[in-house]
């Protein structure tokens, strides 16, 4: 077993060379063994990437295939009086664009890919309130909820996208969550009493508040935002 001499590495038998600071092997004991194999690739190769588009079309196919499937076997066998298949499909369609339309458009903002996520999630609620018939609690009460939270969202990813550091964008997600906490009993409280009566959301709020201010210190002292990013690795 032979050291390198510069830099103490452990050597293979069939290394001319240091791998790690290119001094050359002389060891009299034990010359360099130019039969065996080198113990490092002579070339450099790379793996092929996978083609976008192609899986693109793989998962809409498969998810297509799903929500065809199912439509046919809600509409002539298992029908039951239900659309259950609408489930399904309402799935596929949110999956689609969830996993398949970053692929297509891959350079599509962040902030846009955001807003479309939310548009998905509304159009599957709509779908389940169809089989519900609850058309009402939907305009009502689900709908506001996804329109809040998708803004909310959109905004994030907007001003995100613009080059935040860690710490800042930690700081508006903690933000955000607490504003949607609120909006949400907010639309609860209007829907079942007309009336908007603060209690638990307040509470989130308070803890999101608490970690914020430490966070914003942290943000405007130099030293203590160095070592918070030393401490964290951010």
Not at 9 to 25: F, I, N, R, Y
Not at 89 to 97: Q, Y
Not at 191 to 197: D, E, P, S
Request: aromatic fraction near 10%.
């Amino acid at each position: 077993m032979s050291y390198c001499v510069n830099c103490g590495v452990e050597l293979d038998a069939a290394a001319a060379s240091c791998p790690l600071c290119q001094t050359p092997v002389v060891n009299p004991r034990q010359p360099v063994d130019a039969e065996l194999p080198p113990p490092f690739p002579s070339r450099r190769e790379e793996v092929q990437p996978v083609s976008k588009l192609e899986l693109a079309f793989l998962l809409t196919a498969m998810l297509g295939s799903v929500a065809v499937v199912c439509g046919l076997l809600n509409l002539f066998f298992l029908h039951s009086g239900r659309p259950w298949s609408l489930y399904v499909v309402g799935a596929a369609v949110m999956l689609w664009i969830w996993l398949v339309l970053p692929l297509i458009f891959r350079g599509m903002p962040l902030w846009v890919r955001l807003g479309l996520d939310a548009c998905a999630v509304g159009v599957y609620v709509y779908l389940i309130s169809i089989d519900l018939h609850g058309l009402g609690w939907y305009l009502g009460l689900a709908l506001p909820i996804i329109l809040t939270g998708g803004a909310i969202v959109v905004a994030l990813g907007f001003i995100l996208s613009r080059g935040r550091s860690n710490l800042s964008g930690v700081t508006l997600i903690i933000g955000a969550i607490g504003l949607f906490v609120m909006s949400i009993e907010l639309y609860v409280d209007r829907w079942l009493h007309q009336t908007y009566q603060p209690g638990w959301s307040l509470v989130v709020a308070a803890v999101c508040v608490a970690l914020i201010i430490p966070l914003v210190v942290v943000r405007r002292r130099p030293a203590l935002r160095d070592e918070v990013r030393r401490r964290f690795h951010m």
